[in-house]
């Protein structure tokens, strides 16, 4: 298993202003995910992060919009720039953790409003 | 592309009264199927798993859940509720080609009433 520690766990932020997410593991892991997590719809991957390597990002999230840092196999960051009311979300950090393919722990989640 | 669908988005039930969540998943691979759980202000945790071994797969705090290949589903239950289980819950699947990417139904938020 995995305990993982999101931060800030929400934030209130204002149109055109960027926020950082930190997302601390207890263990090292190599694939660290980022979700988000849309009112009322489900769970959307951002992008994938590896230790070493440039984050995957999935179609429809781009680089510029949702940079991350991944410095080392127990801590990564999101950041969502030039925010929007759009942006308003949950954003969720999981880790993969043991061999059964996609059993994920998941963090508490930050819920980002924007105004 | 694989895609999981969870009809409605609420239901109720009294405690005690069985638990019945659908999903039903469209996948062009076999695939890897699992139920999430998110308890208020918590983050998901895993439920249970289909991994191509048994069909019926028992879970956490009484759930099981049945894969019908034929049916394309995958439906959890519980034979009696409790009120400690009102929370959010969530089918996602995996294809079995060692992909930790998982794709999430929209969530069934679950309410127990006394």
């Known amino acids: 298993s995995a305990v993982i520690s999101q931060k800030p766990s929400r934030d209130i932020c204002q149109r055109g202003t960027s926020l950082t997410i930190q997302c601390q593991v207890d263990?090292?892991?190599?694939?660290m995910f980022w979700y988000r997590q849309q009112p009322g719809q489900s769970l959307t991957l951002i992008a994938t992060a590896n230790q070493g390597s440039e984050a995957t990002y999935e179609s429809g999230f781009v680089i510029d919009k949702f940079p991350i840092s991944r410095p080392n196999l127990t801590f990564s960051t999101l950041t969502v720039s030039n925010m929007s009311p759009e942006d308003s979300s949950i954003y969720l950090c999981?880790?993969?953790?043991?061999?059964?393919?996609?059993?994920?722990?998941f963090g508490e989640g930050s819920r980002l409003t924007v105004l | 592309a694989q895609s999981v669908t969870q009809l409605g988005s609420h239901v109720s039930v009294s405690e005690g009264a069985l638990v019945l969540l659908r999903c039903n998943y469209s996948?062009?691979?076999?695939?890897?199927l699992f139920w999430y759980v998110q308890y208020p202000n918590q983050g998901l945790q895993l439920l249970l798993k289909?991994?191509?071994?048994?069909?019926l797969v028992k879970g956490i705090n009484g759930f099981e859940a049945e894969f019908k290949k034929s049916e394309t589903s995958f439906h959890l239950t519980k034979p009696s509720a409790h009120m400690s289980d009102a929370a959010e819950y969530f089918c996602a699947v995996s294809d079995q080609g060692g992909s930790e990417k998982l794709v999430f139904g929209k969530g069934m938020k679950l309410t127990v009433n006394p």
């Open positions: 289909y991994t191509s071994a048994a069909t």
């Open positions: 263990s090292q892991v190599t694939m």
């Open positions: 999981s880790v993969a953790v043991g061999l059964v393919t996609g059993e994920l722990f």
């Open positions: 996948s062009s691979v076999p695939p890897y």
